[in-house]
């Protein structure tokens, strides 16, 4: 092993889940690149982790918040040592060699960090990812990342600060989506220079929505990124290529006769109009 590779603290905010944490825990017990440890960040009012945790063969800190995604990221943020992190969700699954390819793009100097792509147990990502590498701007990383997707050398988290606890799962803002886009605008603007590899995958399954179910994740996810925009007050040209995206959805979805997916269209540009007329209440820092 190079002396020039990172440490990883791998940062995971946990609620209700067991099994699909247990299958996280395995596929970091196969990682053939071991310069880790994982920060669970509980947010249980119980003690049903105490059986998947033990016995591991590497490192883990166990740490408790309140419930919230970006909340309880920043309690593990809080803690951070190596010389990287990331953020698996506890419901994703890292292939054996993810963290040694990895090390081996950040063996690079000029690099900040890199992301990567979501895939299926298949192997399949949705048509909205980006197949093409790049270096990250605020106007290309939106297709390009996603939280479980994303490595950051510590010094660049370190300038960006912690999550927005407006954004994120458990917010109880309209916007309770969006948090790692959140950041990484704010890792770019603060002159982090990271590489997008569509290469580079992690597996993680997308639940079945009804109909209903995949209107509201429309709106809070257009809602979240609306208030993106006006967070980091995103020129005239950014914001109406993103209402007319959904718009243009809405569209060619019932021109297929696709009733359902074009309401998905509709409720995610009237989520982003809600989130464009939002007020940025700032970034809460980890403490």
């Known amino acids: 092993m190079s002396p020039s590779r990172p440490t990883f603290d791998l940062v995971t905010a946990t609620v209700d889940r067991v099994r699909e944490l247990g299958a996280l825990l395995d596929s970091l017990e196969a990682q053939t690149y071991r310069q880790f440890r994982l920060l669970v960040v509980d947010q249980n009012d119980d003690d049903r982790l105490d059986a998947v945790l033990g016995g591991r063969g590497f490192a883990i800190v166990r740490l408790h918040s309140a419930r919230g995604l970006s909340r309880a990221r920043n309690v593990g943020l809080a803690k951070v040592e190596a010389d990287a992190v990331a953020f698996p969700d506890d419901d994703c699954v890292y292939p054996p060699e993810l963290l040694e390819e990895v090390a081996r793009r950040l063996e690079d100097a000029r690099l900040d960090g890199v ?44 300038r960006v600060g912690g999550f927005d606890e407006q954004l994120g799962l458990g917010s109880a803002a309209a916007w309770s989506s969006g948090e790692e886009t959140d950041y990484l605008v704010r890792a770019v603007r603060a002159g982090g220079r990271i590489a997008y590899d569509p290469e580079l995958t992690v597996t993680h399954e997308d639940a079945a929505l009804s109909p209903r179910e995949l209107r509201a994740r429309g709106y809070r996810d257009g809602a979240s990124i609306g208030y993106i925009l006006r967070k980091h007050r995103y020129p005239r040209r950014s914001l109406v290529r993103m209402l007319v995206r959904p718009l243009g959805g809405a569209l060619v979805s019932l021109a297929r006769l696709d009733v359902p997916r074009a309401r998905f269209h509709a409720a995610t540009f009237w989520g982003r109009i809600r989130g464009l007329r939002a007020r940025s209440s700032g970034v809460e820092q980890p403490t």
């Open 115 to 158: 992301t990567g792509r979501a895939v299926d147990r298949h192997g399949r990502s949705s048509p909205s990812w980006k197949t093409d590498s790049a270096i990250l701007t605020e106007h290309n990383l939106w297709n390009r990342a996603i939280s479980y997707t994303i490595f950051l050398r510590r010094d660049v988290v370190e």
